[in-house]
Structures are given as C-alpha cells and as structure tokens.
Antibody
C-alpha cells in the first residue's frame, strides 16, 4: 500500500528543536520530491520547503530558511524535517507530502502533491 | 512569498453550485498551470481534488471542476452535497521553485 507514515506527536519547550520523520511505504523514496507543510491550530496550510531525496537537494521557504533542515535516509526510505529554535507559534500539525512531477518531449507537464502523511502534532509549550 | 487569496467562507444549498476563487500574481497562479485544489475534512490530511488547474484525480467526483483566468484560479462544485462541507485550499507552483497555498475557504452546505 502506497503511503507516508509519519512519526508520533512531540511536545517541546521553547528554544528546543524537533525532528519529524516521514517513511515512504509502497514506492521508492528517491523517485519523488518530498514537501513539508504545516498547519497551526485553526489556521491554513503553510508550505515549508522540499527535498529531492535522490540528490539531497533542498529548497526552503524564506520564512523558515534559517531554522529548518530537510534530510533523508534512503536506506530506510525516510525523509526528515528538523525545526530549531522552536517558539510557541510553531505549534502545528506538520505534514509530509509527495510531489508528482512529469515532463515529456511533447511538452506535456504536470506537478502536484498527490500523497500526504497523516500529520505529526508538534506542541511547543513551557 | 504571500499566501494566495481565497474567500474565508462560502455557502450553498444542496444541489446548488458554488465557486471558490484563488487570486495570486503572475509569479504563481498567473505564471504556471500548476494550480491544485485540496479538500480537508476536520482532523484529516488534505485530499487532492483538482490538479494542473482543471484535471481531476481518479476517484474524485465530476462535480468538481477547476479553471483559471489570469492570476485567478477557481474551483466549482456543482450539485452540492452535504459531504462536500469542508475546508478547501488552493496551491500553486511559484517562482524560484517554491510553492504557495491559499488561506483556505470554509464551505458550508446549508
């Protein structure tokens, strides 16, 4: 079954770091970009960045550029998102999402997020 | 990187049609045909309902349709059903290989 399995909920103190994992099941991790998206309580979706699991290349949203690191371990088909210097407003559900990207010689292109993990609640509280 | 602009809420009666707009700029919605729409039920992960402006994934009802004009994309749900009540988010590829979401729209089926 094709799915993304995320790690469990975390409670952290302000200033600490959190590392969330996302295991790809039923497909090859390196075949697709992986994105991280977060959602604060009662708020909308916020794109954080992506990792190319094949090369390890990353691209982060400007807002998180100095605090986030996305990585992967291809041997266990797992992507990671680490957020440092946590604040109370980092309390959110963090999702990983797979990107489908396709370009062919005829000019046909497609890009979208087709598969999401169930989310990991990160609570930041003193 | 500002969020795309969506109405906070829309509503409609069963059987009616509603349209949710998503306004961006020429750097995102207007510049690329990689606009998606997601449906999110309470406590659940987002579910893709439209990709590449107007394409429906397998298994998504034909009552869902998408379009784009200039910097504004739209999601239309026809023949509204109670099960359509959810939050809806647009999403677009943006310049510098980044992505951006809309602020979300709460759909209420009266």
């Amino acid at each position: 079954q094709v799915q993304l399995v995320q790690s469990g909920a975390e409670v952290k103190k302000p200033g600490a770091s959190v590392k969330v994992s996302c295991k790809a099941s039923g497909y090859t991790l390196t075949g697709y970009y992986m994105h991280w998206v977060r959602q604060a309580p009662g708020q909308g979706l916020e794109w954080m960045g992506w990792i190319n699991p094949n090369s390890g290349g990353t691209n982060y949203a400007q807002k998180f550029r100095d605090r986030v690191t996305m990585a992967r371990d291809t041997s266990i088909s797992t992507a990671y998102m680490e957020l440092t210097r946590l604040r109370s407003d980092d309390t959110a559900v963090y999702y990983c999402a797979r990107e489908i990207t396709y370009f062919d010689s005829s000019g046909y292109t497609t890009r979208y997020f087709d598969l999401w993990g169930r989310g990991t609640l990160v609570t930041v509280s003193s | 990187q500002s969020a795309l602009t969506q109405p906070a809420s829309v509503s409609g009666s069963p059987g009616q049609s509603i349209t949710i707009s998503c306004t961006g700029t020429s750097n995102d919605v207007g510049g690329y045909n990689y606009v998606s729409w997601f449906q999110q039920l309470p406590g659940k992960a987002p579910k893709l309902v439209i990709f590449d402006v107007r394409n429906r994934p397998s298994g998504v009802s034909s009552r869902f349709s998408g379009s784009k004009s200039g910097n504004t994309a739209s999601l239309t749900i026809s023949g509204l059903q109670a099960e359509d009540e959810a939050d809806y988010y647009c999403n677009s590829y943006s310049s510098s290989s980044s992505w951006v979401f809309g602020g979300g729209t709460k759909l209420t089926v009266l």
